[in-house]
């Protein structure tokens, strides 16, 4: 972490092209565009982007980093242009339940013990299609790493 940013020349990155496209909405107001971060983690890229005024769609599974991302944002008076789901992408929506492999050590997937369990063990997911949140959007493709 250097200057308060997790990766710093992401943060630039990201920050450099939101500008262009602002200057690009300044003369074609028509078409909004917003940004999506599929997988939140603990909401760097996500609060980054909302500060800068982006319209945002974050999805994040993990139950407890959803919460506090969604309090950062929330205390930071992102309520207007980042929102944010507590759901993990799949190719349709439904609740996916699983049991954790226990014969690795979980030492090998800490990820899993931020899951919520259920009663008989199981983890527990509800799932949701992008398509589904951002029905009248047209998304642009953009890869990280």
């Known amino acids: 972490m250097m200057k308060g940013q997790w990766e ?3 943060n630039f990155l990201f920050t450099l092209l939101w500008e262009q496209e602002v200057e690009k909405q300044k003369q074609n107001p028509v078409e909004e565009k917003i940004v999506l971060d599929l ?3 603990f909401g760097a890229f996500f609060l980054h982007a ?3 005024g982006a319209p945002i769609v974050g999805i994040e599974m993990q139950p407890k980093l959803f919460t506090a991302v969604e309090k950062s944002s929330r205390l930071s008076g992102f309520t207007n242009n980042a929102h944010l789901y507590n759901k993990a992408v799949w190719y349709r929506q439904k ?3 699983f049991t954790p492999n226990y014969y690795s050590p979980r030492v090998y997937n800490l990820g899993h013990t ?7 063990g199981k983890y527990v997911i509800n799932t949701t299609r992008v398509d589904s949140i951002i029905s009248n959007k047209k998304v642009q493709k953009f890869k990280h790493r």
């Open 8 to 10: 710093p020349e992401m």
């Open 39 to 41: 997988g939140v983690n």
């Open 50 to 52: 909302a500060s800068l």
């Open 95 to 97: 609740e996916l339940s």
């Open 114 to 120: 931020w899951l919520n369990m259920d009663k008989t």
